[in-house]
């Protein structure tokens, strides 16, 4: 078996299984807790909870008007690095591929250059995302192992992207194995780490949009 | 303190704070680091660790430790008595439970409901300031924080009235509002009470004091002793009840409000019978219904917001409905409303001696604001934040005016 077949073969599957039964261990050991129940009555005219949530969703999709001077940073490079991402991996031919392969459901792939543009912005993002936790003393103090965790592994896939398409240095099959690699490391990592933001920020974000949506709060 | 830190009894109480959505909040933060510009502690300090994200630390960590098989694996240390003691502080000292961070965090994390609970895993381990554990238990032995027992309330009033010569209406066996006090207002600001009495005198409102449960401020609930907070709710749940109110007043003050408001059925595991209004609540419904009349305020004025008010009680508009048409000069501060700066007293804070200082020191932002705006006076409607405004305004020797809301609408009244 070449490194190639073992990051598409055995790899990916455990790396797929892992991430699918820790990302729902991580759900259900939520939402299966009790739920506290509100004895308060609701503001008359506050609306459903299913408004409220999706109200409080939809304000935390930017800081409002106080901030955007303090979180200008977090807001660009926080929609720059999201962005830019999320064109790569569902914009790139290869990937559209991939997915068709093993989801069965494709779509036409953006032109290379909008590709390399956001891999490059992706990239760039990252970096100063780490450059600002390292330096800036807030964000010294609350990271812990997991950021830095986190920060490699989604990194990594991003590096050996670039890589693999470009053809550098190695033998295109290397690359590609070093990536699809790379990819099952960051999925192994998800549930554990805070990549689970992507899902927790749904149950977040909605609770508050419910807490303070019944006081009549418009925050 | 001396004695023993109870780090097993803390630990159980993090863990007793078991409900979904308080797990997902400890689970969720990226550590983006953004909610430190919108809390005034850090903003005045420039501490980190006065980072909101932070003071989650030791919940967080409780939680993880529990969470299977993170435990089993041995991937999660557990809670320690250095860690306890490294967050009292941020927990106490340096928390108002303002709300502000949630505001900003992009994952929308409740930090001021969080700080609440985790305060009771420190007061169960025998932590948090002492002046604030006595004001839980003076409130507990003696009715009030300030030692405003029954007795003295029923004196008081009497005074209050023979000397503005108005009606005080206390213990009355049946009326449609309870009116409740906050003890500050008593020992301090006792024109906010004749304010109230004056107001709801002239609207012709069946209302009445009860010497059965009169103290608005909860104690138990700032200190975290979730015990003497169930105590103070449900006094004023059964003075309600004996004189068959259908609204209960809470006075100016702002965690009162939501402590009855948004906590009290809670607190006490059963829906509450009774609506509970803040006073600004309470006068604009009045105002809607024709029933206060006012003469216009000359001078410039701004608002402050109390927290628990605005942006965690969600009555932001009453104030400003009320100043409506009635000060010809009402100017807003910037951030102001749902998003202003917190007078840096609340959450306890103003009754922790050892806390003085940062928090004068906090009140800075206040005092900017208001000269941006120029207005002469500041109004507010929370008797904690003028209190902790007044103190801080000593330590300033600040000039601005500082009053209350309701003391100037009972002024302009018609
Ligand atoms: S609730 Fe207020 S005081 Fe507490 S951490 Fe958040 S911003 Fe700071
Ligand atoms: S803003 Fe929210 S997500 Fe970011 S560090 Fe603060 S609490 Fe965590």
């Known amino acids: ?39 308060s009555p609701a503001r008359a005219d506050s609306g459903s909870a299913f408004g409220q949530g999706l109200r409080g969703f939809w304000r935390h999709m930017w800081p409002a008007d106080p901030y955007l001077k303090s979180s200008v940073f977090a807001l660009v490079n926080g929609y720059a690095f999201h962005l830019g991402l999320a064109i790569v991996v569902f914009g790139l031919a290869q990937h559209i591929q991939f997915i068709k392969d093993v989801f069965g459901i494709s779509w036409p792939g953006l032109p290379t250059g909008v590709i390399t543009l956001a891999a490059i912005v992706t990239l760039a993002s990252l970096v100063g995302a780490l450059v600002r936790r390292l330096t800036n003393p807030v964000l010294k103090l609350i990271s812990t192992g997991n950021d830095y965790i986190t920060w490699l592994v989604t990194v990594l896939p991003v590096i050996t992207g670039i890589m693999t398409i470009n053809h550098l240095w190695l033998r295109y099959e290397t690359l590609l194995a070093l990536h699809i690699l790379s990819f099952a490391l960051m999925l192994v990592w998800f549930p554990f780490g805070k990549l689970m933001h992507a899902f927790l920020v749904f149950l977040t974000r909605s609770r508050t949009g419910v807490v303070y949506g019944r006081r009549g709060v418009k925050i | 303190m001396n004695a023993p830190v109870n780090v097993k009894a803390a630990a159980k109480t993090f863990l007793a704070q078991t409900e979904e959505y308080l797990s997902a909040y400890t689970e969720a933060c990226v550590h983006c680091g953004q909610c430190a510009e919108a809390c005034h502690f850090y903003q005045t300090s420039g501490d980190p660790r006065h980072t909101p994200a932070y003071k989650l630390f030791p ?79 003076m409130s507990r032995d003696h009715g009030s924080p300030l030692g405003l027992s029954p007795d003295k309330l029923a004196d008081r009033l009497e005074w209050l009235a023979d000397e503005n010569e108005i009606e005080i209406a206390v213990d009355k066996a049946k009326a449609d509002v309870l009116l409740t006090v906050s003890s500050i207002e008593m020992m301090k600001y006792p024109d906010s009470i004749v304010a109230m009495a004056k107001i709801l005198n002239k609207a012709g409102i069946n209302y009445t004091f009860s010497t059965k449960g009169y103290e608005a401020t909860n104690f138990g609930y700032l200190a975290g002793k979730s015990d003497i907070a169930k105590i103070m ?19 100016e003050c702002g965690h009162a409000y939501g402590a009855m408001r948004w906590s009290g059925g809670n607190t006490i595991g059963r829906p509450l019978p ?27 004025i701004t608002y402050h917001d109390p927290c628990q008010i605005s942006r965690r009680g969600g009555a932001t508009q009453d104030a400003r409905y009320l100043l409506e048409g009635f000060a010809k000069d009402f100017r807003e501060m910037t951030p102001a409303a749902d998003y202003n700066w917190c007078c840096g007293g609340g959450g306890g804070v103003q009754a922790m001696g050892r806390a003085a200082d940062l928090r004068h020191k906090v009140f800075k932002l206040k005092i900017d604001q208001v000269a941006k705006t120029g207005a002469a006076t500041m109004v507010s409607s929370c008797a904690n934040c003028r209190l902790t405004m007044d103190e801080s305004k000593e330590y300033w020797k600040w000039q601005g005016g500082l009053d209350s809301l309701v003391e100037v609408i009972a002024e302009h009244l018609e």
């Open chain 2, 233 to 251: 709710t449900l006094r004023i749940v059964e003075a309600a009840e004996k004189v068959g109110a259908k609204t209960v007043v809470i006075p």
């Open chain 2, 59 to 137: 919940i967080a960590k409780a939680m993880k430790n529990n969470k299977w098989p993170l435990n089993w694996l041995g991937l999660a240390p557990a809670i320690t008595e250095a860690d306890l003691k490294e967050w009292e502080e941020l927990l106490f000292d340096t928390c108002t439970m303002c709300g502000r961070c949630t505001t900003i965090c992009p994952m929308a994390i409740d930090i001021a409901g969080i700080v609440g609970r985790a305060r009771q895993a420190f007061a169960a381990a025998g932590l948090g300031p002492e002046d604030l554990q006595q004001a839980a238990e």
């Open chain 2, 274 to 300: 009774f609506e509970v209004l803040h006073i600004t609540e309470y006068l604009a419904r009045l105002k809607r219904e024709g029933k206060l009349k006012l003469k216009p305020l000359d001078g410039s």
């Open chain 1, 1 to 39: 078996m070449t490194l190639l077949d073992f990051a598409r073969g055995p790899a990916l599957s455990i790396a797929f299984a892992v991430f699918l039964i820790g990302v729902l261990w991580r759900l259900f050991s939520l939402v299966l807790l009790p739920k506290a129940s509100d004895n």
